[in-house]
């Protein structure tokens, strides 16, 4: 039962572990394009063996950053009842949507076929990919960075009158704020529970027990997100930033070889996994 309570353990997306590896030396404005080629190759490939050799590749990232495997498993668990529940919606209701060669089962609206298997195993590859993807990238790179460097990224936009800042300041504190949620919400849910509510007797796979179970902690929540966002804007105003003012740059980035090697390598696996001719 505690192991429902620990919620912060199973987050990665957020969290920030200095291993000192060459991911995380990198500049993250190559880091920041390398990763979003890598997605967006992701989302687009739809071959067996070349989301096979993406997802090996992902497992490789987390041996180069030095971060344990187990936990980047590990931030895949919250996300199953999710991985469960859109596979299955996509098995049985995405048949009339998609050309089928082989039909294996029709009743009503319900269209089973090899196209909609293909779907779902393709789905689920990539959705544990980017969460591979995202879980790397987070854990190797600083909150202070990821703003700086998409700051920086961006920064082109700024002549069509883009809120460049702002966007970065917005992305960053999104991030920023996972874990810290988990972390309220793993402390409502212990409250919660020592008041006698019904936590941590449901299983993983009792999707509908364990939303039912959420439910109490949905408005303290909310209003928890409320006070630390009033905290947010306080130790900002504190800090004498004005929003939309021209601020100057403390951090300057220097591009080496390494990062336009990586970047270069992203783009060549990218290349591979969208036009390989894959034999499946």
């Keep these: 039962m505690s192991a429902e309570f620990e919620l912060t353990r199973n987050i990665t997306i957020g969290q920030y572990i200095p291993t000192g590896s060459f991911i995380h030396r990198l500049d993250p404005r190559f880091k920041l ?8 190759a992701i989302a687009i490939c739809e071959s ?16 180069a950053s030095k971060i344990p495997i187990s936990y980047g498993l590990s931030g895949l668990k919250p996300a199953i009842p999710f991985i469960i529940i859109l596979a299955m919606m996509q098995l049985l209701f ?30 689920t590859l990539r959705f544990v990919e980017v969460i591979f993807l995202s879980s790397v990238l ?8 990821i703003t700086h460097g998409m700051e920086r990224l961006l920064g082109p936009l700024e002549k069509i009158k883009f809120p460049v800042h702002a966007f970065s300041l917005v992305i960053t504190i999104a991030i920023r704020f996972v874990p810290t949620f988990a972390m ?16 941590g007797t449901g299983q993983w ?11 109490p902690i949905i408005i303290p929540l909310f209003n928890v997100a409320l006070a630390r966002a009033e ?50």
């Design 94 to 123: 995405m048949g009339e949507a998609v050309t089928a060669n082989k039909i294996y089962l029709q009743y009503g609206i319900i269209k089973i076929s090899d196209t909609s298997i293909r779907l779902v195993i393709v789905s």
């Design 231 to 280: 905290d947010l804007v306080l130790a900002m105003e504190a800090r004498c930033y004005v929003p939309g003012e021209n601020r100057t740059k403390y951090v300057r980035y220097k591009a080496n070889a390494t990062d336009m090697l990586v970047l270069l390598a992203s783009i060549a696996i990218a290349a591979v996994l969208l036009w390989y001719p894959y034999p499946f």
């Design 48 to 63: 067996y063996l070349g989301n096979l050799l993406a997802l090996a590749f992902c497992t490789y990232l987390f041996y």
């Design 138 to 145: 987070t854990l190797s790179t600083s909150t202070t960075e």
């Design 205 to 215: 796979w009792q999707i509908v027990k364990r939303t039912k179970d959420t439910f």
């Design 33 to 40: 394009a390398a990763f979003t080629i890598l997605i967006i």
């Design 184 to 199: 309220e919400m793993e402390k409502l849910m212990k409250a919660q529970a020592s008041r006698g509510a019904d936590f």
